[in-house]
């Protein structure tokens, strides 16, 4: 009777580089040979210097937890949260906040939906606006300034990424963001939500 497969240090290593050139082939490569397709079809476009810190706040604080940003093309949640997702809208996501648990409500779509004053309330003190909300306090991130001395490096990695940033928009960056508060940076990432991608939608 042969050995067991199983306890095969080989079969083991072959098994794995199958797998995983499967994979590849599956997911990686379609990708690639779709991206230029993608990026023609796709009216998203970059997150400005104060958008991108505020965005790592959001997943710094772990917003992206609670908070989904995929609305899938059922009835039931286009009704509740607006357009669909696509594809194309996501091309300059790195990586992807799409999210599994929807502890609050669905936010891809969040951009001018409320003014800055009510995100500024609502982050301060949720229950003040929402009374039912379970959503932590965040009071000190409007107490707390950003310097700005990591954008720019932030901004090429994108941009090696594929996200087309400027020469001058990556110049500009440090200056946009410093001495702002985080809450501020915050407030402008959820303002950027769906804004793009929304336009000519319906």
């Given amino acids: ?33 779709e991206s230029d397709k993608l990026r023609a079809q796709s009216q998203a476009k ?9 965005r790592d706040i959001y997943i710094s604080e772990g917003c992206h937890v609670c908070h989904t940003q995929m609305v899938r093309p059922l009835d039931p949640e286009v009704k509740r949260n607006g357009r669909p997702n696509q594809e194309s809208d ?13 502890t609050g409500p669905d936010l891809t779509n ?7 004053q009510w995100h500024a309330i609502h982050l301060i003190n949720p229950r003040q606006v929402v009374p039912t909300s379970i959503m932590p306090a965040y009071p000190w991130l409007f107490e707390q ?10 901004m090429e990695a994108l941009r090696t990424l594929g996200v087309p940033y400027s020469d001058e928009d990556i110049a500009n960056a440090r200056l946009q963001v410093r001495g702002k508060s985080k809450g501020e940076a915050l407030i402008r990432y959820l ?6 991608t929304s336009e000519g939608a319906y």
């Fill in 145 to 154: 300034a950003l310097t700005g001395d990591e954008i720019e490096d932030k």
């Fill in 46 to 54: 970059p997150l400005t210097a104060i958008e991108v810190a505020g």
């Fill in 1 to 33: 009777m042969s050995a067991d497969f199983t306890k095969s240090v080989f079969i083991l290593i072959i098994t794995t580089i199958a797998v995983a050139a499967f994979s590849l082939l599956v997911w990686v490569v379609p990708n690639l040979m």
């Fill in 191 to 196: 303002q950027s939500l769906g804004v793009d």
């Fill in 110 to 116: 969040l951009g001018r939906k409320y003014s800055d």
């Fill in 90 to 102: 996501d091309i300059y996501e790195f990586p992807n906040l799409w999210g599994s648990k929807r």
